[in-house]
Every structure is written in structure tokens, then in C-alpha cells.
């Protein structure tokens, strides 16, 4: 099994910054990817970005410039810099691990943490 703990959300006003981390734990041989997601409670979850294990990235087009994803291997932690935050951007946001485990490869989802950004 695979845990996923996310971090560093919290309330910001617009124009600022946040960091939030996920760190993962369990019995994993690899994380292949990391990557965020957002999502507001009945709507559809949205892709904000991801990063393999040789540090490609990729981010969708709504964060483009403002966000940014980095990752420790040796930590299994994934990171987001968020800046120039809009009140658009207030959601829940959740880490993905893609990982290779003892029972072959999965995704593994974060619990979330809140964003708010205030006008």
C-alpha cells in the first residue's frame, strides 16, 4: 500500500503564493510520476501538472508560468509553487503517485488540501 499526505494549503489573498507538498510512504520500489489535481466537491477533477522521474514536466495551460512542480526522488515528495494565485484557483488540490509496488503499478491519490484564494 501506498499513503500520500499532502500539505501547505491554506488561505491567501490574490497576486500571492503557496507551496504545497506531498510526501508518499509505503511499500513502493518507484514513484514513476507525480502530478497535482484540483477539484471542487461535484465537478470534475482537473489536471494542474506532473513529473516523472527524470524531472519532465508538464502543466496544463490554465497554470502555465505561474506554476511550478518539482520533486525529491530520495524523499518520495512531490512539490507545487503556486504564485500570481487567483480566486479561480481556490479548490481542493490532490497529489497522484503513479507507483511501482510489490503488486505491480498504481495510482495512488492524496486525502487533499485546501486552497483559498480571497479577492
Known amino acids: 500500500q501506498v499513503q500520500l499526505v499532502e500539505s501547505g494549503g491554506g488561505l491567501v489573498q490574490a497576486g500571492g503564493s503557496l507551496e504545497l507538498s506531498c510526501t508518499a510512504s509505503?511499500?513502493?520500489?518507484?514513484?514513476?510520476?507525480m502530478s497535482w489535481y484540483r477539484q471542487v466537491p461535484g465537478k470534475q477533477r482537473e489536471y494542474i501538472a506532473s513529473?516523472?522521474?527524470?524531472?519532465?514536466?508538464d502543466y496544463a495551460v490554465s497554470v502555465k508560468g505561474r506554476f511550478t512542480i518539482s520533486r525529491d526522488n530520495a524523499m518520495n515528495t512531490a512539490y507545487l509553487q503556486m504564485s500570481g494565485l487567483k480566486p479561480e484557483d481556490t479548490d481542493v488540490y490532490l497529489c497522484?503517485?503513479?507507483?511501482?509496488?510489490?503488486?505491480?503499478?498504481?495510482?495512488?491519490w492524496g486525502q487533499g488540501t485546501q486552497v483559498t484564494v480571497s479577492s
Open positions: 497522484n503517485a503513479y507507483a511501482d509496488t510489490s503488486q505491480g503499478h498504481d495510482d495512488y
Open positions: 509505503g511499500s513502493i520500489f518507484s514513484i514513476i510520476a
Open positions: 513529473i516523472n522521474r527524470r524531472g519532465a514536466t
